[in-house]
């Protein structure tokens, strides 16, 4: 059965970095094909796609945001890490990650989010 | 990045009806296009992928079609389980895209 679950904090201020956490379980990261996206939603708004990290350490990230973001992961530990920098209330937004096996396959799995607010 | 539109943003209908959700691509691809459903308060659910085959446990009153720039998602018989948020996705070519979303509402 495959799960993930997004961790982090609730609040964050304006200029602070944010670090959330995917644990998952029921796949691994390291086997051919695995891709793990982190996606957010704005209350209210639409899906945005944030960054990936695939089985073989590649990762991509969104345009707009791409000097902001980091992830990682620990294969040992199931886990893929999302750090954003330089936080503003317009990343407030509800933050969610979810799996793809393959590029060229939607999000199959999902977490159930994380909401992050964004204020001082 | 190909800019994906859905049509209409706010739908409503009854129980029973049919309705069709359409989401227009900005450049044309094959069939690498998904559709999720979304609750409030809850993660997107995926229905169907490569433009027409349904996830597996998706009721068959769903169905999608389409191809090029213009794909469709189709409820043939409104049940009230159905009224949500839907977004389309292509994931012909990276990043994935999302359309705006379309709120099916109960008239």
């Known amino acids: 059965q495959v799960t993930l679950r997004e961790s982090g904090p609730a609040l964050v201020k304006p200029t602070q970095t944010l670090t959330l956490t995917c644990t998952f379980s029921?796949?691994?990261?390291?086997?051919?094909?695995?891709?793990v996206s982190w996606i957010r939603q704005p209350p209210g708004k639409a899906l945005e796609w944030l960054a990936l990290?695939?089985?073989?350490?590649?990762?991509y990230y969104s345009t707009s945001l791409k000097t902001r973001l980091t992830i990682s992961k620990d294969t040992s530990k199931n886990q893929v890490v999302l750090t954003m920098t330089n936080m503003d209330p317009v990343d407030t937004a509800t933050y969610y990650c979810a799996r793809m096996v393959g590029y060229s396959s939607p999000f199959d799995y999902w977490g159930q989010g994380t909401l992050v607010t964004v204020s001082s | 990045d190909i800019q994906m539109t859905q049509s209409p943003s706010t739908l409503s209908a009854s129980v029973g009806d049919r309705v069709t959700i359409t989401c227009r691509a900005s450049?044309?691809?094959?069939?690498?296009l998904a559709w999720y459903q979304q609750k409030p308060g809850k993660a997107p659910n995926l229905l169907i992928y490569?433009?027409?085959t349904l996830e597996s446990g998706v009721p068959s009153r769903f169905s999608g079609s389409g191809s090029g720039t213009e794909f469709t998602l189709t409820i043939s018989s409104l049940q009230p389980d159905d009224f949500a948020t839907y977004y389309c996705q292509q994931y012909n070519s990276f990043p994935g895209t999302f359309g705006q979303g379309t709120k099916l509402e109960i008239k």
């Open positions: 029921g796949f691994s990261l390291s086997t051919s094909g695995m891709c």
């Open positions: 490569k433009a027409s």
């Open positions: 450049q044309s691809f094959s069939s690498w």
């Open positions: 990290i695939d089985w073989d350490d590649d990762e």
